[in-house]
């Protein structure tokens, strides 16, 4: 064997799911930090404005991470992040609980069948998506019970499963709080004031929708000052 | 409640994943016959030809289904029936056992995952998918545990799954031979002219590739004569 094939036998790869959030951008740190050679995914879906994938490619770009930029289409729509006429919820104070108007109908369940097929064509052994139970509990795909599900259909449906090899799905930041999550971040080094969380697409945050007041609770509470206020 | 309301809550829809080929047509004629108002999904995920796309679309047309026509990208690629430069596989004899060159990653699991968000958005019951675990027994994403994994991602991953309701994944090809899925499509009126099986784009079909040489053995076994050649 010679030495540039050890080394690249010793490279491990991940797909990361990357939004241009807060969240996606600190599972990328910590899948870059556990060692994976990373290379993210980033979906246009008909997202409400463009500012959250140009920031996904900045730090993607800033990571040096590999990416794709993937356009999908769901035409029959049925979400407030798609759909202009459906108003987005602003000033609520307890949005845990029920399953907000946000909610695209199987998101998650796209995401990572792209993330599963990128994968197994690339040989990534790990897929790592920056979903979270605790804040956002209303969402059914953000469940630790529906990655464990997900995870059997990788087993059974791609040909490395039937290979006897794993792509193994990571949700770090699944049973973290928002504060916990920016503390990993921090500590990890993650561009924050590269990172978008506003359902608006304005020049400045909007302060009032949910995404918003959550990010400043979490940054509140983890007694930091958010680089992008 | 209105008649036309006691009407409406009697019909059941169903989403149906139609590729052009016999398989699909025949699940589509399938799901109309158990009642299902119909809505199909047909994929441009950058095959080597459009014809199968063409022929879906006439399908869908004929069977007075609605359709949505939903592009996608895998630019990683990886298969024979994306990438022009894989040679496909030829008068093969035995095509069962081993996993074909034709596979494409992860194809069915990105499928099923728009087939989930089309069901969830317009309140569909069912999702049909004429894949076949008899003569395509290589391909992973054909197996019935597969499909059993996925129904547990649509329990556990889907607004309406958390809800109580369930959105049904049926294969009612699964375990049928070519011959059988013939007879079936026979007796409920498929339209056979209409459809395509050849890996190749032409005027005819080939007659030489794998899904050629399934196909006419098919017809023989049922002792038809094929519409198309």
Chains 1, 2 share one sequence.
Not at 17 to 30: C, I, K, P, Q, V
Not at 99 to 110: D, E, M, S
Request: charged share 25%; glycine share 8%; with cysteine.
């Amino acid at each position: 064997m010679s030495r540039v094939t050890r080394h690249r036998a010793r490279i491990k790869s991940a797909i990361v799911l990357l939004s241009g959030g807060l969240d996606s951008a600190t599972t990328l740190y910590d899948a870059k930090n556990k060692g994976y050679q990373t290379y993210c995914l980033i979906f246009d879906y008909g997202q409400r404005h463009r500012k959250e994938i140009k920031q996904a490619i900045k730090i993607a770009e800033r990571s040096k991470s590999s990416y794709h930029l993937v356009k999908i289409a769901m035409p029959w729509q049925g979400s407030a992040l798609l759909d202009k006429n459906i108003p987005l919820p602003k000033n609520r104070v307890d949005i845990s609980g029920e399953i907000p108007v946000t909610y695209v109908p199987a998101r998650n369940i796209i995401f990572l069948s792209f993330a599963a097929s990128y994968a197994e064509a690339i040989n990534a052994k790990a897929i790592f998506i920056g979903v979270n139970a605790v804040d956002y509990s209303g969402y059914p795909d953000c469940r630790p019970e529906f990655y464990e599900a997900y995870q059997k259909v990788l087993k059974t449906g791609l040909k490395v499963g039937a290979e006897g090899k794993i792509i193994r799905i990571y949700t770090p930041l699944i049973r973290k709080t928002k504060a916990q999550i920016i503390k990993l971040g921090r500590k990890l080094k993650t561009p924050y004031n590269l990172t978008w969380s506003c359902y608006k697409g304005g020049k400045k945050p909007c302060g009032r929708c949910d995404s918003c007041l959550l990010r400043q609770k979490g940054f509140d509470e983890a007694g930091m000052r958010d680089p992008i206020t």
